[in-house]
């Protein structure tokens, strides 16, 4: 073997070497906050949030039929302006009409289509007094009129044990992405309703982030919908 070879195998077998050493990306996290996190109407500082690495949001919206977020607004606007991704949430009240908080969610957000947006959330953590079955026609009907409206496949917030108690643990839903708020401390969050897998977790909801000035839940992204940038039209 010539000096010459010998130099580029000892070069590849150095690259080998580097590539194989380097640290895989961390997974993307985020906050999700509601008025709960704005104290004495406190702003949000989204440019601190996104300079100590988280990389989305999600904002509540609106709940029922009678109540808007009134910081959604303006974490908006501030979370765009910082390249925060954002994804909204609507807090069910199924003993009122699905398709009425569905029209009245869609509208708030303007459509989750933009850059920078995350697919719309229904968040499903009160049965409103239905039994299973008439909560899962609840659930499917809004789902149904805010992929309409918004154009995407909207993702479902809930914890293990109020799917599998006030949703009987139905598998019917899938297809949807599923945000699952879990916060025992185990390597992975309980997945239940026959999902193959979770799209985010919430691990916690006492976490502390710069700019935000009170505990905030925390969340994190599986993958499980592919490149994140793509997911979140970033």
């Known amino acids: 073997m010539n000096i010459r070879r010998s130099r580029w195998m000892v070069l590849l077998i150095a690259l080998a070497g580097i590539l194989t050493a380097a640290p895989a990306a961390a997974a993307p996290q985020g906050p999700d906050v509601s008025s709960w996190q704005h104290p004495n109407k406190m702003l949000i500082d989204w440019f601190a949030v996104r300079h100590a690495g988280y990389e989305f949001a999600m904002v509540k919206a609106t709940e029922g039929l009678h109540y808007l977020n009134p910081h959604f607004v303006s ?49 499903l953590e009160d049965s409103g007094g239905l039994a299973p079955d008439q909560l899962i026609d609840w659930t499917q009907r809004y789902l149904n009129t805010v992929q309409a409206m918004t154009g995407r496949v909207p993702i ?36 239940p309703g026959g999902w193959p897998a979770w799209t985010f977790w919430q691990t916690t909801d006492s976490g502390t982030i710069p700019g935000i000035p009170a505990r905030v839940d925390l969340n994190v992204y599986s993958g499980a919908q592919g490149d994140f940038a793509r997911f979140a039209n970033m």
């Open 75 to 123: 974490d908006s606007v501030i979370m765009r302006m910082a390249g925060v991704a954002r994804g909204t949430y609507h807090y069910a009240r199924p003993q009122l009409p699905p398709e009425t908080q569905a029209a009245l969610y869609s509208t708030v957000v303007l459509g989750q289509n933009g850059a920078l947006d995350l697919p719309p959330v229904l968040d």
């Open 156 to 191: 479902i917030y809930t914890y293990p044990n109020f799917w599998k108690t006030a949703m009987a643990n139905t598998d019917q839903f899938t297809r949807y992405p599923l945000w699952i708020a879990d916060y025992r401390g185990n390597p992975e969050p309980e997945v």
